[in-house]
């Protein structure tokens, strides 16, 4: 065997070496937990630009969903992407977000969820025809709080008439 034949058959050796595959693993990883870290961050970013949020709501980790349907700046037709998802924590988050639709928001209001109901019950962004409905949903807590929420609106409407 030649000096270079032996160089050659070293590097080879070195190339499949068992540490230089865990290490390659190690950076794969590595590369993987920033990935995801980014995307959090551009999930939870007010000035992430819809298109992106849109993008990222392709992602199947359902906390990074949950905080793209919180995000101020996630379009209509990303929510109701989301209003649709599995996971009822998602659907739920999109409940509170002001750029979500009447018609998502009606969607979320008749969910078999009541943990979704109730977050629509509560939400700040929906219209009162829709709490009137939800005043008389089958379960009680979602019954109190759209009543909770219809009172609440109506002593700020008057508050402003006032004013």
Do not use: C, F, G
């Not at 590595?30 to 992430?48: H, S, V």
């Amino acid at each position: 065997m030649s000096k270079s034949e032996a160089i050659v058959t070293q590097t080879e050796v070195r190339k499949n070496s068992p540490e230089r595959t865990v290490r390659k693993s190690e950076n794969m990883k590595a590369m993987e937990r920033e990935a995801a870290r980014i995307r959090w961050l551009l999930a939870i970013n007010p000035n992430t630009p819809p298109p992106v949020l849109d993008q990222l709501a392709n992602d199947e980790a359902t906390v990074l969903l949950e905080r793209i349907a919180e995000n101020p700046k996630t379009h209509h037709y990303t929510l109701a992407r989301l209003a649709n998802h599995a996971d009822q924590q998602v659907r739920a988050a999109v409940a509170e977000n002001a750029n979500s639709s009447i018609k998502t928001i009606w969607r979320l209001a008749r969910d078999t969820s009541v943990d979704v109901r109730l977050r629509v019950a509560e939400s700040y962004y929906v219209p009162v025809t829709v709490l009137r409905v939800l005043a008389t949903d089958e379960n009680p807590y979602v019954q109190q709080r759209a009543q909770k929420t219809i009172t609440r609106i109506v002593e700020e409407v008057n508050t402003l008439r006032r004013a």
